[in-house]
């Protein structure tokens, strides 16, 4: 999961000047990646708001106008 949180932060900061939603796919399965993931991201600067899917979830995140 530490490895995962890394990615996701690289991920979302690569991406929070292009776009204002990405989608995080983890996959089914034990639900340890899922839980990491979201824990993560609920704690994260730049999001604004986590949409769970069935393996993935959507994240909307924070800009400055």
């Known amino acids: ?11 979302l900061t690569e991406h929070h000047s292009k776009t204002e939603t990405v989608k995080i796919v983890y996959g089914v399965g034990s639900g340890m990646l899922k839980k990491a993931s979201l824990d993560f991201l609920e704690n994260h600067p730049m999001v604004k708001k986590v949409i769970e899917g069935q393996g993935f979830c959507l994240v909307f995140f924070y800009h400055k106008r």
């Open 1 to 11: 999961p530490e490895d995962a949180e890394i990615e996701i932060d690289h991920f």
